[in-house]
C-alpha cells in the first residue's frame, strides 16, 4: 500500500476554517491563520482535500486524479423509486456473456461506497471462466449438509441441490470479500444498483457465500487467506419478463 500524506500549499490557503469543521477526527488546527494537519495517522477520509475551494489541500500517493465538480450530481427520485419497486431477484439468465468493462464498472460501483472510519477493506473476486469448478465443490458440500439445511431452512425443503443450484448458469459471479459485513453489504448494494443499471438481473447468493465459509477446499481454490465472502453477486442478463410489483408490508417507524 502506497503511503498517502495530506500536504497543505500555505500560499494557497485562505483560512476560511471549513477543512477544520469537516474534519471527522479534528486533525487540523488553525495556526496564524493557515491550516495545519496536527498528525497523518488520520483515517485520511479527504474531506480536507475536497471541501477546500482553493486546492490548497492535496493528498499524495494516488493513482486517480481528484475530479473537479461544480455540484453534486444527484440521481432522478422517481425513476429511483420506480427501479426499486420493479427489481426482481433473477434466476433466469440468457446465455451472454457479460463484458469485461461492465463488470469494472459494477467494481468501481463498490470501491467507492463509502467504508466506516475509510477503512476501504473490501475487496472483489470475479468468477467467469472458472465459474462451474467453484459451483460444483459448493453443490458437493451442500449435498452432503442437506439433511441439516432442510432442517434449519424450512423454504431449502422443497428445492432440489441440482448442478447449477448456486449460480443458475449465469455468466459472471462477483465475491464480496471482507472483514467487516457492514461495508461488504454497504458496497454489494451499491454493485447491484450499477449491474441493473446496466440491463443485468442480479441474484445474492448467501448459500454460496456460507458454503465458502464452511469449505477450506473453496477457500484454497480461491486463495481466499484473509477475511470472509460477504456475499456473492451472481450476475447475467434476465431471461425473464415480470409484469407488476411485488406486494410488501408496511414500514415499521417510530417517531421521537
Request: hydrophobic letters at 40%.
Given at each position: 500500500m ?15 476554517s471549513?477543512c477544520i469543521k ?5 486533525n487540523i ?6 491550516a495545519h ?15 477546500c ?7 499524495t500517493g494516488f ?10 450530481t444527484?440521481v432522478?427520485?422517481?425513476q ?10 433473477i434466476r ?12 469494472q464498472?459494477?467494481?468501481e460501483?463498490?470501491?467507492l ?6 477503512a ?7 468468477l ?6 467453484f ?5 458437493r458440500?451442500f449435498r452432503?449438509?442437506?439433511p441439516?439445511i432442510?432442517l434449519?431452512?424450512?423454504a431449502a425443503k422443497?428445492v432440489?441441490?441440482?448442478d447449477?443450484f ?8 462477483i465475491?464480496v470479500?471482507s472483514?467487516?459485513?457492514?461495508n461488504?453489504?454497504l458496497?454489494?448494494?451499491n ?11 442480479v ?5 454460496f457465500?456460507m ?14 487467506k ?11 442478463y434476465?431471461?425473464?419478463n415480470?409484469?407488476?410489483t411485488a ?5 415499521i417507524?417510530?417517531?421521537?
Open positions: 502506497k503511503e498517502h500524506l495530506i500536504q497543505i500549499d500555505k500560499n494557497l490557503c485562505i483560512g476560511c471549513q469537516d474534519c471527522p477526527t479534528n488546527a488553525l495556526i496564524n491563520k493557515k494537519i496536527k498528525q497523518q495517522q488520520c483515517i485520511q477520509c479527504g474531506h480536507c482535500a475536497a471541501i475551494p482553493k486546492k490548497a489541500v492535496t493528498m493513482d486517480e486524479l481528484s475530479i473537479e465538480f461544480k455540484e453534486k444527484t432522478d427520485s422517481h429511483l423509486m420506480q427501479a426499486l419497486k420493479t427489481r426482481r431477484t433466469q439468465f440468457k446465455d451472454q456473456p457479460i463484458s469485461d468493462e461492465v463488470i464498472q459494477i467494481i460501483a463498490g470501491r461506497t463509502p467504508t466506516s472510519g475509510n476501504q477493506n473490501v475487496s472483489y473476486i470475479v467467469k471462466n472458472n465459474l462451474k469448478d459451483e460444483k465443490t459448493a453443490v458440500l452432503h449438509l442437506l441439516l432442510k434449519v431452512n424450512v422443497e432440489p441441490i441440482d447449477d448456486f449460480f443458475k448458469k449465469a455468466p459472471a459471479v465475491l470479500v472483514k467487516s459485513q457492514i461488504g453489504a458496497a454489494a448494494s454493485m447491484a444498483l450499477m449491474a441493473e443499471a446496466h440491463g443485468l438481473g441474484l445474492y447468493s448467501g448459500f457465500a458454503a465458502v465459509k464452511y469449505s477450506p477446499t473453496l477457500r484454497k481454490q480461491l486463495q481466499l484473509n477475511g470472509q465472502v460477504v456475499t456473492a453477486l451472481v450476475l447475467g434476465p431471461n425473464v415480470y409484469y407488476r406486494q410488501k408490508e408496511e414500514a417507524i417510530r417517531y421521537f
